[in-house]
């Protein structure tokens, strides 16, 4: 299939850009950058070199939808919403990477993103995108609403023992750690290397906008109203995000018992590890890759479960996730494209 | 005064080499080292060429002490203990940065450092060298138990919450980040480079030899036998740890009744620093420094108190706190030789 | 083809594993470590769970040789050579990674690497495996010396300019900058993160062992005995070297002159990419890939050029190259299973 | 004595304010800003929380030089040539970080600056701040200009040999590397850590300006007409600069004659530390302090010597070189307020 990527010049649009040049079923017809229009891809990303040299095209996707199949939008929220409608959505399929369609209630947008959302009818036809536990509804999607990096890994490491009603719901906290390139490419203070290199800080307490993402997916896993903390923190390294979270257990549970069920979940999943006793993972060794590694512990003496979990943010976090979403789309292996072994260093 | 430093050439006993050569009232006696010993300091740690090039000697505390007032023991948990008796107690103070004496209780030592302590008898006559609660203690040690780097971070920050009965002492979590430096000098694969860097894990889950630490004082500020979740993190910087708590409050207090609360016990202090509203540690802003910085932010959603607090691992968390306890035992200014200006970078 | 690896759990090694695994015509049929025998993969590196959970096996090459058609050593210099012998060369294919079979005469080898070599008789039949330059000779090579990671980057650089008689062979400089995975795996004081991480240093001043190898190969090149200045640095990053090349050219030429002899040896290499004028490598987007990007300035003011080339040092200065040779060997297309595109963070 | 310091948010400015805090004998009566005028200083930088929290002002000298003895101008280039004038140098003394008054020849800086000098009658006033060198002058100098950071490692380095005749001057070229604070704090693409992180890069070939201080200094310690290559090349650290300079030796010199040499110009040195036979200096062992650390070998095969010399760019650098221009100035001891151990991490 033909597929178009809209804000190209981003890293998750970089990362999309890598990962379908390198798909065998896809084929790149054209991207698309605010920033960089006019300009040579491989003049902003200078590993394209003899590579992909395509020029970044205006974004007028009224145009340039009837030359793909598939759209990919790897554009600041607010952006995506006003770039979609009706016609677009007859035309081609869509993969939106921004949070514009993640959440089903309009009011909760408006409340965690601080502005109207500019698309409500479209709201309740997106499907949410995390590919393990909506893969039934993205096979018959025609707008995805690609999952955040937080909330991937928060929701793919607590999910079964929500679901399975091992946890208090009440109880759970989220202190995830995230790599730089989360916040993007534009140079800001906050992303100077000299200000963020050598440093550790916690951002957003209480009020970051993936909290509401996470606590609605949680919502429907248990079929409760989900409140969480959630804290982000910034960690220096480029890629990465580990989540740490927290939660009391309803009963004393031993190991096995826990470990049954994540496999029930999760065994079949190409993209998900569950990893062994007494192993933990480490960004690294996911990094450059769409998996996403859990590994957990029960601490008997306060009867808690903590349960890591660590993705690649720009991958399954993002890009690698909307093209395990394509692949879906299409009905295809679901790791065509992303059978990458994580690089580590 | 004069000092002599035990395990000069691992990253504390560096550190202290550093502050005690630039401190205005103490004199470096001599240095010791197990791994570098007849070497000379400057070849051990090149910073020091044409500045301190002391040889470093063989740890003979029986005729060392003879020639000193104060011995600071910067040498790995299980060694401390073994190198001290009454008879070194009688003729030297001693500033011990290791585990050894931080623990009242023998039990506690053998069930978190896997080992019988060889010299429990003076378990009782230590005193615990966080300085800012134990001030007054400290003034008359002759033993002194230099706090460990997450247990002064984590106790400092959530102290007043604790001794004012503000929180519930069973819904403690801390959720901490460190830079490498906390490993030690010594070659592992753990602190290789390429092992390193550019990833971030969690370890020791509910297993960590601080979390026993960490609980002795909060029981003691609550007046109950307080457990606790504690995760360490290692995040890929030389220097630092943040660590993050999470409280449920026992009442709906004011960010303003906390912020009171904070101001009455710290702000007589000079090395804790509390945050105006909205601002929160980083690292960085104490790195190189004695301070401990501290933020909070009330969740009103959970009711649950965040407060993150950082230091420098290797100053308050080891070296500095040693020194500010030298200060405290010959009553002097307390920041003497402590003045530095964060670096930041 | 089948495949085997010995030295598998090194960095180069590693490289090799991901590499093999991800090739469409190799199978990697077993793997061998003196360090970690016996120990299943994943454990060694846990970005394999799931992927490749193979047990390291002992160093038998008599026995593993009978299983595959080509054997890699990722052995450090002076085990090479004892490993190989005149049967073993009858029954498979060998590229040998380290340093033992790229130096001609065994005096030199004597010189530089303090040891005799122990299979002298060897020499003259192993072929110096620089792809882009010794193609042909590859093809029929039943030993393979694959070339060191700084004399790749230094070779590429210079050799047009050189083969033209361009440069004044007696004026070449190498001034090289590497990442600290050049330095392997074992755990040494020189590879701690916190001995590394925030500093750049010179090393192996006029010793460093590649010395030999770049003169011998720019030797050939300008058919005159060649001796230069080389001078390598490591630097605080993972992966990468960058060599700056500085030459006094025999005439005035221009820069369009120079540009065109690039041109000419390398616009059909797939894996060397010149750059464009005013454009240099940066290591960043070579990482992860096997390319060679190459840079030069004309500094007029003095007659000298200035060349820049940079390669990721396990891809093109190790594994990748090493697949390369693999590739040509079996007459396969000279990219299979190297097409990936650079990570560039 | 009183000072102020126009430009004191960037970072040179910042380490400025650190030094000029802790230094026994200087006063700070204001700090200006154009970016955060308005704004306390603590909010800029955090590290200066309850040390250091005063009010950025505008940069109106006519006014603010009246409540002050010296004027620290850590502005941009053009910037402070464009502030000074003869009224003001009547009032006080001023050290100008920036490069405008660093080149003697106006035509020199029109070529190397591309833009007119506007201010170059005070040009044959200003005195080159190099401390070592032109300690004499500097006593009496109402205007400083204080060397560049390239230029101050380059110009030690290598100086004695220059001085002495031992060198072809025309055969000098300079490798060197830095850290990314030396970029300044503005952010811009070039800087953002995503973008420079785990990356090493040339810049500049040929053409940066500090070639033409570097040029000037040379031709005069050998009074010749010195042209050199330069190479600066940016590494992924905070602080430091590493100068890899060659050059040929006019006659077979021994280590010890060479040494005999650096000895003579730099053993009575505080701040230059030539380091013994086979050691050389690292970036980390003079970070954080005024030190300049120098090493070099002798390459018998080439007849050319490698001088590796290394500072912190923002100390001596910068902001340190400055503040001992100030006590030369005031007749202190030279390393008053600049006693700082390097901190090595």
């Known amino acids: ?81 006003s770039l979609i409608n009706k016609d677009l959505l007859d035309t081609v399929k869509i993969i939106d990477l921004s949070a514009d369609f993640r959440l089903k209630d309009k009011e909760d947008y408006k409340n965690w993103y601080n502005q109207e959302h500019t698309n409500p009818s479209l709201l309740k036809d997106a499907v949410y995108g995390l ?27 607590v999910y079964p023992l929500l679901k399975e009603q091992l946890i208090d719901h009440q109880s759970i906290l989220i202190d995830a750690k995230s790599g730089v390139s989360g916040a993007g490419r534009a140079p800001r203070l906050g992303t100077h290397y000299n200000e963020v290199n ?16 996470i606590e609605e997916q949680y919502s429907y896993a ?3 109203k989900t409140i969480i903390n959630f804290t982000p923190h910034l960690v220096p390294m480029h890629r990465g995000i580990l989540a740490t979270a927290y939660a009391t257990l309803k009963e004393n549970y031993s190991y096995d018992d826990i470990k049954a069920i994540y496999n029930q979940y999760y065994s079949q999943e190409k993209f998900v590890r569950v990893l062994d006793k007494d192993y933990f993972p480490e960004t690294r060794w996911v990094k450059g890759s769409n998996y996403c590694d859990i590994g957990f512990k029960i601490d008997e003496r306060t009867n808690r479960i903590v349960v890591v979990s660590a993705i690649d943010n720009l991958i399954k976090g993002a890009a690698g996730q909307a093209v395990q979403n394509l692949n879906i789309l299409y009905d295809l292996e679901e790791d065509l494209g992303l059978e990458q072994i994580p690089v580590f260093m």
């Open 131 to 157: 590919c393990e536990l909506n893969r039934e509804q993205v096979k018959k999607a025609q707008l995805i609403a690609n999952p955040g990096c937080y909330p991937t890994a928060s929701i793919l490491g």
């Open 1 to 81: 299939m033909k597929v178009g990527i809209v804000g190209a010049t981003g890293y998750a649009g970089q990362e999309l850009v890598r990962l379908i040049i390198q798909h065998p079923k896809a084929e790149l017809a054209w991207i698309t950058s605010n920033t960089y229009k006019g300009k040579d891809y491989h003049r902003c990303y200078g590993n394209y070199t003899k590579i992909y040299e395509a020029t970044c095209l205006e974004q007028d996707l009224e145009k340039l939808c009837q030359e793909v199949d598939v759209i990919f939008l790897a554009t600041p929220h607010g952006l995506s919403s």
């Open 222 to 224: 248990c079929d409760e």
């Open 198 to 213: 050598e440093s550790t800080k916690a951002y957003g307490i209480g009020t970051h906008r993936h909290t509401a993402e």
